[in-house]
């Protein structure tokens, strides 16, 4: 099973702050990777598909990078819509998520 | 629009049953790509199982065995049966479409249920 590992768990941020989140993957899951924005009480939503590609609809502040075993989410300007809890999801072998990082208000 | 609304959660014991149900619109279940998500409380999400469009199904390893995920094309309705239910299988459940990807996989949940809540205890 792959096994996805994301840091850190918690990130305290500003307003205004560009924010970073690391996902890794056990083994190579190719651009098979999405991130996904849940907030307390909500379903998640889709932001980023293929590793980099951002879904309808989502603002261009969200960016993902990465490839293999290696994923990256930022979010250039953090708003405070944005303070949530992001996971991501690797789709090469079934799909296994990453345990989530709360972005919080510091 | 495109809607999917789970139903069918609730309280019952170790060892009961449960089906969960998902209606659909704006989104075809049988031509999709259609997966149960899970959430324990104060959790993460877990995959719990799919169905292709070709009718294929998978499942992850605690659930396979005791769980059965299908379809009901006429009124468009996805469905997940759950048996031997344990405490582990508490959890808000979610039901979802998978992108479509081209040479790949299928891929991210791009539409999401609300959620049913399905609690098993003594």
């Known amino acids: 099973d792959i096994q996805m590992t994301q840091s850190p768990s918690t990130l305290s941020a500003l307003v205004g702050d560009r924010v970073t989140i690391t996902c890794r993957a056990s083994?190579?899951?190719?651009?098979?990777l999405a991130w996904y924005q849940q907030k307390p009480g909500k379903a998640p939503k889709l932001l980023i598909y293929?590793?980099?590609n951002l879904e309808s609809g989502v603002p261009s502040r969200f960016s993902g990078s990465g490839s293999e075993t290696d994923f990256t989410l930022t979010i250039s300007t953090l708003q405070p819509d944005d303070f949530a809890t992001y996971y991501c999801?690797?789709?090469?072998?079934?799909?296994?998520f990453g345990q989530g990082t709360k972005v919080e208000i510091k | 629009e495109v809607q999917l609304v789970e139903s069918g959660g609730g309280l019952t014991r170790p060892g009961g049953s449960l089906r969960l149900s998902c209606a659909a619109s704006?989104?075809?279940?049988?031509?999709?790509?259609m997966t149960w998500v899970r959430q324990a409380p104060g959790k993460g999400l877990d995959w719990v199982a799919v169905?292709?469009?070709?009718?294929?199904?998978y499942y992850v390893d605690s659930v396979r065995g005791r769980f059965t995920i299908s379809r009901d094309t006429s009124e468009n309705t996805l469905y997940l049966q759950m048996d031997s239910l344990g405490a582990e299988d508490t959890a808000l459940y979610y039901c979802?479409?998978?992108?479509?990807?081209?040479?790949?996989?299928?891929?991210?949940?791009?539409?999401w249920g609300q959620g049913t809540t399905v609690a098993v205890s003594s």
């Open positions: 979802g479409s998978l992108k479509d990807t081209i040479g790949g996989p299928p891929g991210g949940m791009d539409v």
């Open positions: 704006g989104v075809t279940v049988s031509r999709n790509h």
């Open positions: 169905i292709y469009s070709d009718g294929r199904t």
């Open positions: 083994q190579s899951v190719g651009p098979w």
């Open positions: 293929e590793a980099y």
């Open positions: 999801q690797q789709y090469f072998s079934y799909w296994t």
